[in-house]
């Protein structure tokens, strides 16, 4: 198994600035995926984040709002970039394990925005 | 074609009731299906998963039914307990598309004493 942790756990910030959040794994694995949760709602996928390329995003988000860094196998960042009230929600990031078909999740980062 | 839709939206049994939760998808080309728990406060936590080769499988007091015809699949929870109050959310994934897993709506499940 493997166990995510996530930095910071929340935070409260002011419109037009940006929050990075730090994901990190205390394993190895090969996907990371970052996404979007609104208290008492589903999943949304933000982006797909593979070590050494660039993110894949899905459709809604671009790279210039949500930038993500993934510069080993067990440490990715997504950044919040010109943060807006609507920006305000859970992030999530995840993983699976090489050759797992499990995907583990972070506890998440609950972000106010005001 | 991607979406898989989830029902109930919530769901109130009594301690030791069988909550039935649903699940729907139309991309035939899904094949792995895992049902995550999220308590408040928590990231999702993999309860139990299947693949299309089986129409059931247990572990503990989760059970997954499969339905590939129908394209359906839903969790039993056998016993259910107080404790088992939580989101319950089905997904799906394809083998060797990044395994990102696509997510249902979820459905809040209270347990009564």
């Known amino acids: 198994s493997a166990v995510i942790s996530q930095k910071p756990s929340r935070d409260i910030c002011q419109r037009g600035t940006s929050l990075t959040i730090q994901c990190q794994v205390d394993s190895q694995v090969t996907m990371m995926f970052w996404y979007r949760q609104q208290p008492g709602q589903s999943l949304t996928l933000i982006a797909t984040a593979n070590q050494g390329s660039e993110a894949t995003y899905e459709s809604g988000f671009v790279i210039d709002k949500f930038p993500i860094s993934r510069p080993n196998l067990t440490f990715s960042t997504l950044t919040v970039s010109n943060m807006s009230p609507e920006d305000s929600s859970i992030y999530l990031c995840s993983g699976n394990l090489a050759g797992g078909e499990t995907q583990y999740f972070g506890p998440g980062t609950r972000l106010l925005v005001l | 074609q991607q979406q898989v839709k989830q029902s109930p939206q919530s769901l109130i049994v009594q301690k030791g009731g069988i909550p039935i939760i649903n699940c729907a998808y139309e991309?035939?080309?899904?094949?792995?299906f895992p049902w995550y728990q999220q308590f408040p406060g928590k990231g999702p936590a993999l309860l139990i998963a299947?693949?299309?080769?089986?129409s059931e499988k247990k572990e503990g007091r989760f059970t997954i039914s499969f339905n590939k015809s129908a394209k359906q699949f839903s969790l039993h929870i056998m016993d259910s307990q107080p404790g088992d109050s939580a989101t319950y959310f089905c997904a799906a994934s394809m083998t060797g598309n990044t395994g990102k897993l696509i997510f249902g709506q979820g459905t809040t499940l209270q347990v009564k004493p």
């Open positions: 991309n035939t080309a899904f094949d792995y």
């Open positions: 299947i693949r299309p080769d089986v």
